[in-house]
């Protein structure tokens, strides 16, 4: 098996950001495997964007981390965005599970590292909590 694919949510990446917060060292945790090779991290640019609305810096902070790639807000992923907004998820959301679903490049999807799995039940994503 190789290096896993895995996306940050707003939750994760915001416990990532803040040392104080409760999940923070399980979420580092999995920076570190990829600053070691081991998997590689994405975090969706609207989810950032929405998590910097209420802790602002989040933004700045993830994308100067060497080791998470940024995953940008493409065609595909607005016509994903449109689909789920109109279900009903928050635009905090529905990048993160555009990202985690299976593509081309990732026929199996990528995991979602989220705090609140329970958000993303029925979206098609593997969403894990950084405890489990």
Known sequence: ??????????????ALHDPKDPYNEAVAAFYVQASGGLGTLYAPVL??????TERPGLF??????????????????????????HAGHSWAAVHAIHAARPSAD???????????PDLYEGTG?????PDQ
């Open 1 to 14: 098996m190789g290096p896993i694919a895995v996306v940050l949510d707003h939750t994760t990446a915001t």
């Open 106 to 116: 990732y026929p199996t999807g990528r995991y979602l590292l989220t705090l609140t």
């Open 47 to 52: 989810s950032l964007a929405a998590g910097d």
């Open 125 to 129: 994503v593997q969403a894990v909590h």
């Open 60 to 85: 700045t902070y993830i994308h100067g981390l060497r080791f998470i790639r940024i995953e940008p807000f493409d065609t595909d992923a607005a016509l994903t965005a449109t689909e789920l907004l």
